[in-house]
């Protein structure tokens, strides 16, 4: 058996480390809300004293914001269910790189918000930033389908909901600053949100690799299939999945959800989790040596 071919014993071990992830990422981050330590950055957040037009803030727009990263961490989870759910030993990288990419999307939101150091303000800023943002392209797509309906909230009310909480964001449609801005910050783009999360990652280009698979290029299609010549002397194409691209894919699905973890527990002040979560990406590394995965992306001297 040549050494690109999948084995009962990678679908098992990949299958696995995804179930594991998620499990202890819930382990770390228990539902039904992330509680902070009594001194951490959270805490504080959550008892500043920021005021809009009607008096004081109160804890629920930092919750609010905490409750969507951890939305944004679930959704991450999603991806990594269903690619473990996905898996044998016919797998291309096609679908795995689809759901990595998936997952890169909602895990770089979450690393978005959860910024250490810019404070309630801004942090409540940025989540009113994507509200606005989203709402505005769920209108923009009803006035295209000419339905007439809009689903969730309207731009008007999420740009009306952070004015009550003296927010200023606004939409600017033209010259070099276009887009939205609250509070001093833009939103930045997909591609600029991501780029950040890949260097968090430690695997930079995965967000370009994987969107050629989402957006059905070419190579990414034909990447796992292999013409052959049969007995009879015709040609046929056959599948021989790249057990290094699939793997890589697993392992990258994780990381969206992992590096925004440990952001959390950061602001959350949980040392001991965050131990944990330490020695979790260690075993990462070891089970990478094990399964005989390239050297460069375990070896750490």
């Known amino acids: 058996m040549g050494v690109a071919d999948l084995t009962d014993a990678d679908v098992q071990e990949m299958a696995g480390f995804l179930t594991r992830a998620c499990a202890e990422v819930k382990r770390w981050l228990p539902e039904p809300e992330w509680l902070p330590g009594w001194q951490s950055k959270a805490a504080a957040e ?55 990419r998936a997952a890169m999307e909602a895990g770089s939101q979450a690393h978005w918000l959860l910024e250490p150091g810019i404070g309630a303000r801004r942090r409540v800023a940025r989540f009113m930033l994507l509200r606005a943002s989203g709402a505005q392209h769920m209108a923009e797509e009803a006035r295209k389908t000419g339905s007439g309906t809009q689903y969730g909230e309207t731009p008007e009310q999420a740009t009306k909901l952070a004015a009550s909480l003296g927010l200023a964001c606004q939409y600017r449609p033209r010259g070099p600053h276009r ?69 890589s894919a697993v392992l990258i699905c994780a990381a969206p959800a992992v590096v925004p973890a440990a952001r959390a527990l950061q602001l959350l002040d949980h040392p001991a989790r965050l ?8 075993s990462t590394l070891d089970l990478m040596r094990r399964m005989g995965l390239p050297r460069e992306w375990w070896q750490t001297t």
Do not use: F
């Open 275 to 282: 131990r944990e979560l330490s020695n979790w990406v260690m």
């Open 46 to 100: 959550r008892a500043s004293q920021e005021r809009g037009p009607g008096g004081s803030w109160g804890e629920d727009p930092v919750r609010g914001v905490y409750t969507a990263a951890a939305l944004y961490l679930e959704a991450v989870l999603q991806c990594m269910r269903a690619l473990a759910a996905s898996l044998t030993t016919d797998t291309t990288h096609y679908v795995p790189y689809c759901l990595a």
């Open 179 to 247: 887009g939205w801005w609250c509070e001093g910050d833009k939103l930045p783009g997909y591609t600029e949100r991501n780029r950040a999360l890949e260097q968090a990652m430690l695997s930079p280009g995965a967000y370009s690799i994987y969107s050629a698979a989402l957006h059905a290029e070419w190579h990414a299609v034909t990447g796992s299939w292999e013409e052959v010549i049969l007995a009879d002397g015709t040609r046929a194409l056959v599948i021989r999945p790249d057990r290094v691209a699939v793997w």
